[in-house]
């Protein structure tokens, strides 16, 4: 049976939060419903180098390497609090989630000491090399190859959806480096790569329904990268993927990427008699409640530092469904169009949420691809 563990109360990680709140309140007064509808898709480096000098990146990171060795509680609930402020977290969200840790658990020291300061100074963004063009969420069927040269590789492949590749310093790129997509999980490795200046690497736009550039396709035509690049040990990627999955899936941003859409629609419905408006805003709480009690529990796992892969997948699950769910239920309450152009709100974060969510259950692992993990989790597959 899938447990979940309690989470435990930290007073620290409370009086935190107040903290983190005030800060808030002053540092993004401006940023209007629909930007902050954008939620972890705002960019902007001075407010992630301002995090960082408030000690808010790198929290649980030992001190060596820029961090302040602070409980995986107290980072949750800065996490929780930007993201519910709707703040523009973007430009270290992947660093700070999950490319410092997995840098942290497999990097070399010198990987470590040149760029986990700079992430918990907020002054690196990452991007992620994993999927691909023809494979979806099977990054078992990788194809990007790495080649052996002298002093290196030479890698040659496509990687898609990623996100922020033409704002980012590095990316981790998971490759092969060893036989053939025949081989699954054996032969892959994960290599770090300088945005900045490797050669032999484009990188080019995808916009978004909502017409907006995050996504883009990095293109690399045996592009050298040194040896120093290699994360972990050769052949080992896919070991190192999966526990770099874990902190992408058990996040509070698997539910609230979408929290704006439901302020707002509390806010248009106040004063409102109806009695399914109010059952339905009662459900979607609870919903949001019971979410936010499981990814907490997944917190507790990970301080503990214990294998979170099956929880984190039911959490992310289950958070893609709420969030794709909401635009369609708020639609039912309120009779007017969405328009992203409207005076109104509640429209326009409500056309942009519409559509934002089909990405939902795409970004960190198709609904197939989870339940499959479940499914093996619990013994049934």
Known sequence: MLQFPSPVRHDAAEALRSEVRTFLESSIVDRTPLQRAESWNGFDRAFSRALGARGWLGMTWPK??????????????????????????????????QSGPTLLKFGTEAQKDAILPRIAAGECVFCIGMSEPDSGS??????????????????????????????????????????????????????????RATEGMTVRPILDLAGQHHFNEVHFDAAFVPETALIGEEGAGWGQVMSELAFERSGPERFLSSIQLLLELIRALEGSDSDLAQLTIGRLTAHLLTLRQLSRGVATLLEAHEDASIQAAVVKDLGATFEQDLPEIARTLVDAEPDRQSTRDLLAVLAYTMMSAPSFSLRGGTREILRGIIARGLGVR
């Open 64 to 97: 060596r390497y820029g961090g302040h060795e602070r409980s995986s509680f107290e980072r949750y609930v800065v996490v929780e609090e930007t993201l519910a402020a709707g703040a523009p977290v973007s430009a270290h969200w992947i660093a700070d989630r």
């Open 138 to 195: 099977d990054l078992a069927a990788v194809r990007t190859r790495a080649e052996k040269v002298e002093g290196g590789w030479r890698v040659t492949g496509t990687k898609l959806w990623t996100t922020n590749a033409h704002e980012a310093d590095y990316m981790i790129l998971f490759c092969r480096t060893s036989g053939s997509p025949a081989d699954r999980h054996k032969g892959t490795s994960q290599l770090l790569i300088d945005m």
